[in-house]
């Protein structure tokens, strides 16, 4: 194992301050450096990338877009293993930029979706997401409510940044976030992984503010990028470490990706028109 692999591997293991998207971006930058290295053939790089990418998509196997970013570079990968060597590190740096520039795109396409919805709205959020922060800037609501997010306790910076860019925000300790549905018009939230069944993967707390979210009639909106969707159940996922907790699909209004709005039970369908993410897990489980 290289060293920068290495290190980047104990990085996303002990991160807990970063979102899905940055720890995509690292694990990307990762598979980069591990197709510098030496090789006969276009086969036997793909060969060090596949033990590579296995092991960076499972040092954080909750990340959903850990394992969609680093699949989609092995199956693009797996595509042209027919080149050379150097052709083939060529296209894996090109398509990890593509991945990267790809990031802040997708992010300001959901936010434009979520127009709507914020117009005058007051938004409980959980959990600091750079997803919902780019549809709350772009679109400020009425009203901001953060929960502090424990134990990280990112909400606190969370909620001083939408601060800084004029928004109205009031913290709450995550104790308080269930009864801020009194009042609160929309819950939304970020992903961890949205799963092929609608389940939702997210920082732990997720799933009592979308329980107490549906006993106020208020919507839960989940903003998610298509590279954080798993072509798996849940039934298949490695165990949820104890700081993320799962959400039903019957709790979520919608889920908004760059792709559009779809219906939890419409996710399916999402993830088997998306080619990488198919054939990505299938390399990264060894199929």
């Not at 083939?88 to 990031?103: F, K, N, P, T, W």
């Not at 369908?269 to 299938?282: H, K, M, N, S």
Request: net charge negative; glycine share 8%.
């Amino acid at each position: 194992m290289s060293t920068v692999l290495g290190e980047r591997i104990e990085e996303l293991r002990s991160d807990r301050n970063h979102g899905g998207n940055w720890m995509a971006s690292r694990a990307v930058e990762a598979l980069v450096d591990v197709a510098e290295q030496e090789a006969a053939s276009g086969e036997e790089l793909l060969q060090h990338l596949l033990s590579a990418g296995r092991e960076l998509a499972t040092s954080r196997p909750g990340i959903g877009a850990v394992a969609g970013a680093v699949g989609r570079v092995l199956a693009a990968a797996h595509r042209e293993a027919h080149l050379e060597p150097e052709q083939l590190r060529q296209m894996v740096r090109e398509e990890a930029r593509s991945l990267i520039d790809g990031a802040g795109r997708a992010a300001a396409s959901i936010a434009i979706q979520l127009q709507e919805r914020l117009n005058d709205a007051v938004v409980l959020t959980h959990s600091a997401s750079a997803t919902v922060r780019e549809g709350l800037l772009r679109t400020p609501p009425a009203r901001v409510i953060c929960t502090v997010s424990s134990p990280q306790e990112e909400g606190r910076a969370f909620a001083e940044s939408l601060r800084e860019a004029g928004l109205e925000v009031e913290l709450v300790d995550d104790s308080a976030g269930p009864a801020q549905l009194e009042w609160a018009t929309l819950l939304l939230i970020g992903a961890d992984t949205v799963f092929r069944c609608g389940n939702l993967c997210n920082k732990q707390g997720t799933r009592g503010l979308a329980e107490a979210a549906a006993a106020h009639t208020v919507p839960t909106v989940v903003a998610c990028e298509v590279i954080k969707l798993a072509p798996i159940g849940v039934s298949d996922a490695p165990p949820l470490s104890d700081d993320r907790d799962l959400t039903a699909p019957e709790l979520i209004d919608c889920v908004v990706t760059e792709e559009g709005r779809f219906l939890p039970d419409e996710i399916a369908a999402l993830v088997d028109r998306t080619p990488f993410l198919r054939d990505g897990y299938a390399l990264l489980r060894g199929a």
